[in-house]
């Protein structure tokens, strides 16, 4: 990632401030943020630039397009091209298979696909001023899940949602391989954020996965990692798994 420059939206806290944090320890030299939450994001960007790096923030409703384009063209406008998109932000909620109501479908389709939809398409805009094939001119990588993978009753909400991102990666990646912008998803099974934490999923998570145990988000970043940065010259389309046996596909 030497003098990269990454935005990753949903990177105040979680899995995407893990990321960050990876991103610049392998070298980002600038760190954009997208999120809802001003107060976590201003205390994430002061940990990062203790790091070293330059880093932007912008808050932003990514569910509505002039919103999510907003938010992007503003860090642009601080740091300049743009390597690499992250779309960490996702709602997670629980609610049994026959009692989703409108409102619920309505929240979960809106963050997790249309806000996912708008981010790509504001990168994508932005990285095709800069095509010089055959190199590779820019890199997205969506958090996807498991759960777009097996059945799931206790949220199929989300689960759909996660489903149709993976779809919406592989159309992206057919869309844009003329401009040799790679896009990627990396699907994790549950981890262990704070959030879990809290909620008292751990106990949950360790046990329905054959390694005993929830991944840490830094597991994962790496798998985000791999896919954003340069190791990654030829990938494209694909949906790692990450699962620590959870799922096999």
């Not at 026959?98 to 963050?111: H, L, R, Y």
């Not at 751990?202 to 005993?212: I, K, R, T, Y």
Request: contains cysteine.
């Amino acid at each position: 990632m030497d003098n990269q420059t990454v935005v990753i939206v949903g990177g105040a806290s979680g899995l995407g401030l893990a990321t960050a944090k990876l991103f610049c320890k392998n070298g980002a030299s600038k760190i954009g943020i997208i999120d809802r939450n001003e107060e976590l994001m201003n205390l994430a960007a002061d940990e990062l630039r203790k790091s070293g790096v330059i880093v932007a923030t912008a808050v932003g409703d990514i569910s509505r397009k002039e919103s999510a384009h907003a938010a992007f063209n503003q860090l642009v406008d601080e740091l300049g091209r743009i390597h690499c998109l992250v779309n960490s932000a996702a709602i997670y909620p629980r609610e049994d298979i026959f009692n989703i109501s409108d409102e619920q479908w309505d929240v979960e389709n809106a963050v997790n696909i249309k806000g996912t939809y708008h981010m790509m398409v504001a990168a994508v805009r932005h990285m095709q001023q800069f095509v010089d094939a055959p190199a590779v001119t820019g890199r997205i990588v969506n958090v996807t899940s498991v759960d777009a993978f097996k059945a799931h009753p206790q949220n199929a909400h989300y689960a759909a949602t996660k489903a149709a991102v993976v779809s919406l990666t592989k159309s992206f990646a057919q869309a844009c391989a003329q401009d040799q912008i790679l896009v990627n998803s990396v699907a994790p099974a549950g981890f262990a954020t704070e959030r879990a934490r809290q909620l008292g999923f751990l106990g949950e998570l360790a046990s329905a996965n054959p390694l005993g145990r929830a991944a840490e988000p830094e597991e994962i970043a790496e798998w985000i990692l791999m896919m954003g940065s340069a190791r990654n010259s030829y990938a494209t389309g694909e949906n790692v798994i990450v699962s620590g046996g959870y799922i096999y596909a």
